[in-house]
């Protein structure tokens, strides 16, 4: 089975730009969690989609969005991006029934400027 | 508020040294995980523990959850330079029948040949 998968990898963004992640999940998990990685704060979890809906949220602004397609790919969005938002931002998937056996995928590393 | 704090932060030995890395928080969780992650890589899951006092082995790894459910140990026995890595703990809070991960700082763990 293929991994998690996070696109793009690397990305470089100035302030106040917004910037769109996408994560594809191992096939068959329907649930994807979302996580914010900086040194200051550790993984911190944005949300979490199971089904195309958001069953869980973390404590950040609502300039932090996501979504989830049928076929249980997910992407985030951030808008009006600011320098604090510069961070690896990590997906995990989980099957159903084992929610919290997460599979990491390899992050997407986000610089803002 | 780090519900989760993790000790030491940084611990460099010699191969063949044997350590100790400490999860602890005031909170109580239905139960906890240790991951390692790699650079460039996402974390990933070594053990879950779930019954107050439970031990878990995995080869020269040994887990420990607190019989309150309130911290948890990782011991690694005569460290080898693969070893080296980040380790985050993660306590699981049910919220019904969802819940979510939350994860210490981490340690690093750099093991020299």
């Known amino acids: 089975k293929a991994g998690v998968t996070q696109t793009p990898r690397y990305l470089i963004k100035t302030r106040g730009q917004q910037v769109t992640l996408s994560c594809s999940p191992i096939?068959?998990?329907?649930?994807v969690s979302w996580y914010q990685q900086t040194p200051g704060q550790g993984l911190q979890f944005l949300f979490e989609?199971?089904?195309?809906?958001?069953?869980n949220k973390g404590n950040f602004p609502g300039r932090f969005s996501g979504r989830q397609f049928s076929n249980s790919r997910s992407e985030m969005n951030v808008s009006t991006l600011e320098l604090g938002d510069s961070a690896l931002y990590l997906c995990?998937?989980?099957?159903?029934?084992?929610?919290?056996?997460?599979?990491f995928g390899p992050g997407t590393r986000l610089t803002v400027t | 508020t780090q519900l989760l704090e993790q000790s030491p932060q940084f611990l460099s030995i010699q191969e063949g040294e044997n350590l100790t890395v400490y999860c602890n928080s005031s909170?109580?969780?239905?139960?906890l995980q240790w991951y390692r992650q790699e650079p460039g890589e996402g974390p990933v899951l070594l053990v879950t523990?779930?019954?107050?006092?439970e031990v878990k082995k995995l080869k020269r790894l040994t887990f420990q959850f607190g019989d309150a459910r309130k911290d948890s140990s990782l011991h690694i026995t005569a460290a080898q330079p693969g070893d080296t890595g980040l380790y985050l703990c993660?306590?699981?809070?049910?919220?019904?029948?969802?819940?979510?991960?939350?994860f210490g700082q981490g340690t690093t763990l750099q093991v020299k040949p």
């Open positions: 995990a998937s989980s099957s159903h029934g084992s929610e919290y056996e997460q599979y």
């Open positions: 096939s068959g998990h329907r649930s």
């Open positions: 989609y199971f089904s195309e809906t958001q069953r």
């Open positions: 909170s109580v969780f239905s139960s």
């Open positions: 523990v779930v019954t107050g006092g």
């Open positions: 993660a306590g699981i809070k049910t919220l019904g029948n969802t819940g979510k991960l939350i």
